[in-house]
């Protein structure tokens, strides 16, 4: 075996360690999302969730998430990823360009009590901050996973109304950051759920 | 109780339940936090060594002219999408392997659940458990790579592709959790690795650790091999 690659493991699971647990410093960012979530569910909401590259597979795997819970007795909700339809993506892309692939189906998808979430790894994804700025024009609850120091461009738009960033320069760790953390927002909107009382929205944390 | 409360009694007592709410999910995110910092720990310390091997083979297998088919079901099918399009198209990256003064090479691979036109074809004429067992056997060489991913380590169209894919010859790589169900007693797959977690999600974030390394070790030991520093003594 080549030593050096054998060395390089610890390495390589020492860089998760610190981003992960900076997950735990962001719990009442996690808490306040999950309720916002919650209440749009509750009022008939639909999850949307875009992101390009490997995010779009987050995107899918957050929409599965929500739609077919893996906790047997956990509630169906509704969602769907705007990465799947590959012919609208594409169709989209080769006339309006790709930064307009997930606004321009927001306009027709989304309804007003829709909820948003775009991911973007270094939050610079120019069609991700599209997609929210047009949810935010149209009424949708807005939440942005992103990456970095401050989140990028997307984590400072004043269109995202919960960004939850991971502290990672590495785009791998900054997604294993991101799959925790939709894990997490995925089980603790079903904790509001569990007390209906909480999710009258004249009632705010 | 002030007038205001007097009126409206039931907007207080909803903003106590609230206050109790939120401090249980903070509580709770906090808690999942340390399960998966914990569970990678634990995959480390009983898989490190034989993630180096494996990342090794497969560079030995891209080296060799591999490619490389991912597939599993559900969640487990974005992780198989993931692992196709990190490969093919890792994009500028700063970390890792970069500090060797390397940079990533696209690396030919395959989700077998991107073809919805192939899936629902072979689901609807034959089943759904032939889906990945029968594109392996009309593309795949031997010498390729077949990596499924599954928490349980039961699904049956993950067992007929690793069948399809050791009658083939091609380097096969597991990714499990619970206690590796059938994938673990089939006895076949080259490289298998189990999380030992009983929650389908810690099991999902510590395989995506997994796939990770796997690849960032696989560039490595690709560049090293071509710059002739490997110290394999092959």
């Known amino acids: 075996m080549d030593q050096a690659v054998l060395a390089r493991v610890p390495e390589v699971f020492a860089r998760r360690v610190g981003p992960a647990l900076g997950l735990a410093d962001e719990a009442d960012v996690v808490a306040r999302a999950c309720h916002a979530m919650a209440t749009r569910f509750h009022g008939g909401g639909r999850l949307i969730v875009f992101g390009n590259g490997e995010a779009a597979t987050d995107a899918q795997h957050i929409s599965v998430e929500f739609v077919h819970p893996v906790i047997v007795g956990k509630r169906a909700l509704p969602s769907f990823s705007l990465t799947s339809d590959v012919a609208t993506i594409t169709g989209v892309a080769a006339t309006a360009g790709l930064e307009e692939v997930f606004a321009h189906q927001l306009r027709r998808l989304a309804a007003p009590q829709d909820i948003a979430l775009g991911i973007s790894s270094d939050g610079g994804c120019v069609n991700v901050l599209r997609g929210l700025e047009t949810a935010h024009r149209l009424g949708l609850l807005t939440l942005a996973l992103t990456g970095g120091d401050d989140g990028g461009p997307i984590g400072r738009s004043p269109a995202v109304d919960h960004v939850l960033i991971a502290r990672s320069a590495d785009p791998r760790v900054v997604k294993e950051v991101h799959v925790t953390t939709y894990h997490i927002l995925w089980e603790l909107v079903h904790v509001f759920f569990e007390q209906p009382g909480v999710l009258d929205p004249r009632v705010l944390p | ?234």
Not at chain 2, 192 to 207: T, Y
Request: charged share 20%.
């Open chain 2, 1 to 234: 109780m002030s007038d205001i409360e007097a009126l409206y009694p039931f907007l207080y007592s909803r903003s106590t339940d609230l206050d109790a709410v939120m401090t249980s999910v903070r509580e709770s995110t906090v808690e999942k936090v340390d399960e998966i910092v914990t569970l990678r720990r634990t995959v480390l310390e009983r898989d490190g060594e034989r993630i180096a091997a494996c990342a090794e083979a497969m560079a030995g297998a891209f080296a060799a002219g591999a490619r490389l088919f991912a597939f599993g079901n559900g969640g487990s099918s974005t992780d198989a999408q993931d692992v196709a399009t990190l490969f093919m198209n890792p994009g500028f990256t700063n970390t890792g392997f970069m500090n060797t003064g390397g940079t990533a090479r696209p690396l030919p691979a395959f989700a077998l659940t991107a073809d919805i036109a192939v899936v629902t074809a072979l689901a609807n004429d034959i089943g759904f458990e032939v889906v990945f067992a029968r594109q392996l056997a009309a593309s795949a060489f031997a010498g390729d790579i077949a990596l499924g991913l599954s928490t349980s380590g039961n699904s049956r169209n993950l067992i007929a592709a690793f069948e399809e894919a050791d009658r083939r010859g091609m380097l096969t790589v597991g990714l499990a959790g619970y206690g590796g169900g059938q994938m673990a007693e089939l006895g076949t797959i080259d490289h298998l690795f189990v999380v030992p977690s009983a929650s389908v999600h810690r099991i999902q974030e510590a395989q995506t650790t997994i796939y990770h390394a796997l690849w960032e070790l696989t560039q490595q030991a690709l560049i090293r091999s071509e710059a002739g520093d490997s110290d394999d003594g092959a």
